[in-house]
């Protein structure tokens, strides 16, 4: 198994910038994908293939990295990105990581 | 459009097999490069992919529970499905199928989930 290991909580002030960082146990090339996922919904996908913006998402929201380190960042934050945000990898089956709960202060 | 909704039967007993249903539209499983893939969270926790399947037939289960699971399709109704046999509290979740293109291999869009109870 390829295992994602995510900080599990953040908290930022509205306008700020936040990275939220993912690291896997082995390399998963490009294939990183980052999604929302916000109390009682289904997640969304933000980021797909580690820095491709998926459709209908606002560009405050971008990804970096490739091997083994990867990173969501959102620029600025507003109060509607209050949320979970998990990554997950598809180069060796699939896998998740465990997600990173983000507050605002 | 893309969408897709699961269908479960809400509440079964442990040792018994659950049956979910993905029913979707906006594409079609017999189309190369597309997939379906069911993936559950329990209650307050984590993801976990379970197993996909693809248009030409292909199927990929999660290793940890690869003996347990069965997926398959439909194409001709729009449909996916997914069996978990042997069922215990511990598969007390809501169950996700997503819509999984081969260009990707992301989960581009999903349904709106299928809480699932496991209890005697």
């Known amino acids: 198994d390829t295992v994602l290991t995510q900080s599990p909580a953040l908290a930022v002030s509205p306008g700020e910038r936040v990275s939220i960082s993912c690291r896997a146990s082995e390399g998963v090339n490009s294939y990183m994908h980052w999604y929302q996922q916000k109390p009682g919904q289904q997640p969304k996908l933000l980021i797909y293939?580690?820095?491709n913006l998926a459709s209908g998402v606002p560009a405050r929201f971008s990804g970096s990295g490739s091997g083994t380190d990867f990173t969501l960042t959102i620029d600025p934050v507003e109060a509607d990105d209050t949320a979970t945000y998990f990554c997950?990898?598809?180069?060796?089956?699939?896998?998740f990581g465990g997600g990173t709960k983000l507050e605002l202060k | 459009q893309v969408t897709l909704k699961e269908s479960g039967p809400g509440i079964l007993q442990p040792s018994h097999t659950l049956s979910l249903t993905c029913s979707f539209s906006?594409?079609?499983?017999?189309?190369?490069?597309?997939?379906v893939s069911w993936i559950r969270q329990p209650s307050g926790k984590g993801l976990e992919w379970l197993a996909s399947?693809?248009?030409?037939?292909?199927?990929y289960n999660n290793p940890s529970l690869k003996s347990r699971l069965t997926v398959s399709k439909d194409t001709s109704n729009n449909q996916a499905f997914l069996k978990v046999t042997s069922v215990d509290t511990a598969d007390t979740a809501t169950y996700y199928c997503?819509?999984?293109?081969?260009?990707?291999?992301?989960?581009?869009?999903w349904g709106q989930g299928v809480m699932v109870t496991v209890s005697s």
């Open positions: 997950q990898q598809s180069w060796n089956d699939w896998t």
């Open positions: 399947i693809w248009w030409n037939g292909n199927t």
């Open positions: 906006g594409f079609s499983l017999s189309t190369y490069g597309m997939g």
């Open positions: 997503a819509h999984t293109p081969i260009t990707t291999t992301s989960f581009d869009y």
């Open positions: 293939k580690a820095s």
